[in-house]
Every structure is written in C-alpha cells, then in structure tokens.
C-alpha cells in the first residue's frame, strides 16, 4: 500500500466536490479522506443528492460503507442512518436511489469501475445489510486493554482477516500506554471526543495509520464511538511506554500529506460527523 499516514484531519475541513467516481457513481459529491496511488483504493465521504438514482449492477472491486445520515434505497431495501455493508466485486445490486439524499462512509478497494462482464464472488464475503443497533457489543480485548468498552464487529474477511468494527467506550476513561499493530488502522470518529498524543479529535476526525506506529495514549471525557476498520491482517496489539505521556486538552499536532494540509486544524464542539 502506498497511502501516507494522516493523524488526525477534520474531515469537515476538507471542501465537498463533484466526482463521479471513475462513472461508478455520477452526480455526487465527495470528501476524499485517503487514497492509494498504486491501487485507486480510497476512503471517503460520499453526499448523495435529494432524488438520485443510478441503475442496478456490479462493481470491479470491493466496496463498504456505512450511512451516515439520511437515507439509501438499494434494490428496494432501505438502507438508514448507521447501516452498514460489504459488497465484494463482482456482487450486483439493485438501483441505488434516495429520496432525501445521504451521506455515506465509503470504501473502496480500487478504483471504482462498473463491471461490464460478470464476476465471480465469494458468498463469505457479503455483508448485505447490517444495522448499527442489532449488532450486540462483545468483549474480545487484549487482556491489557483498559476496561470500559465494548466492540461491534460488522465484518471479517475470511482469508486475509481484514477486521471493521464499532467501538465504543464509557465516559471518563484513558490508557496511560500506548500500542503497536503490525496491519494497518483506518478510523472515523461518529460521536464524542478523544484525547490523544495528536490533540484532541472530535466527530468526524479521521486517521490513516500505517503498521508499526506507536499512538496514543487515548481518553474522553463524554464517551465516543469510533468506526474501524484494519487492513493487513488479524489486528494485535502491543504496548509500549508513550513518547507522550497522557494528558487532556492536548494541542492540534497532525501528521498530514502536503494535499491536506488546507484541512490542518481543529473544530471544536462540532456535534455533527460530516
């Protein structure tokens, strides 16, 4: 992968614009969080408009994606706020529309391209609809993790083991260590705060971690709920004495590419994740 670390940016601070996504997506608008030169694979937020509808078919490549806000309608089944899927490349589905428009977390493993041919697809890979509120909250934590908080998963890749999942964490609590993983760590902050060795990241903060980089230690004062994802392999922790001890209200001190550092700063109080 050749995407370069971000830690942390204001996805709010990154301006909306018209893309159509290589004609997989036409008459949208998108904040392009992270992107891969060598692959096309890319993170991003996707604003559909009020009345959309593009017709049914299949992509070239993987895609997930979590509605943020409002609503899709994909082959006649509603897909709402905090919904969540996983379609592997080659998986048709039915006209996306939307009545009242969306805005929508999305991920690509390519560059998106509608498939002209069919493709084959393994079923284990399919996650077709999963709501944020019927998934359960489980444990399975390193057994050194700060107690506190509970995990969603949404999806596990059933050969490289690539994790998503929710995780959301009790009000008042922080970690005085910091970790490693050997995969990749890709985050959307959906609710709350976090205090970290970078400043402090409010709803709509996003990160591209690369393996081997030590971070945090992290707290919140309100609670959170972040969205997941690690690329790479089985996600494992280890714990490391900080470089920064921890500490509340930290100042903004991002690591950005040279195309975000438009979007370099902090916004604080923000309620809203787009």
């Keep these: 992968m050749s995407r370069p670390r971000i830690e942390f940016v204001q996805s709010q601070r990154i301006p909306w614009r018209p893309r159509t996504l290589d004609g997989a997506r036409p008459g949208v608008e998108t904040r392009l969080l992270s992107e891969d ?35 899709l309608v994909i082959g006649g089944a509603s897909y709402p706020a905090m919904t969540f899927a996983h379609l592997p490349a080659g998986h048709a589905c039915g006209d996306w529309t939307s009545a009242t428009g969306a805005i929508v977390l999305e991920f690509f493993s390519g560059t998106p391209a509608r498939a002209a041919e069919p493709i084959a697809w393994d079923e284990r890979r399919l996650v077709l609809r999963k709501s944020l509120y019927d998934v359960p909250y489980t444990g399975n934590f390193h057994p050194e993790f700060p107690p506190g ?33 050997p995969t990749v760590e890709e985050m959307y902050l959906l609710s709350g705060e976090v205090h970290g060795d970078r400043g402090v ?74």
């Design 37 to 71: 030169d060598e692959s096309g694979a890319r993170s991003l937020l996707v604003r559909y408009p009020p009345g959309v509808s593009l017709p049914a078919g299949a992509l070239t490549v993987d895609e997930e994606f979590l509605v943020l806000d409002g609503e």
């Design 149 to 181: 908080a509970g995990r969603k998963m949404l999806y596990q890749d059933p050969v490289t083991r690539d994790t998503t999942w929710v995780l959301g964490t009790m009000p008042m609590r922080w970690a005085e260590r910091s970790e490693v993983h």
């Design 201 to 274: 990241m409010r709803p709509g903060a996003y990160f591209w971690r690369p393996p081997g980089v030590p971070h945090g230690p992290f707290g919140t004062q309100t609670g959170n709920l972040y969205f997941f994802r690690t690329k790479g392999g089985l996600l494992a922790t280890t714990y490391v004495e900080p470089e920064r001890p921890f500490r509340w209200w930290p100042a903004y001190d991002a690591v950005l590419p040279p195309e975000l550092e438009a979007a370099r700063g902090e916004i604080p109080g923000v309620a809203t994740c787009w």
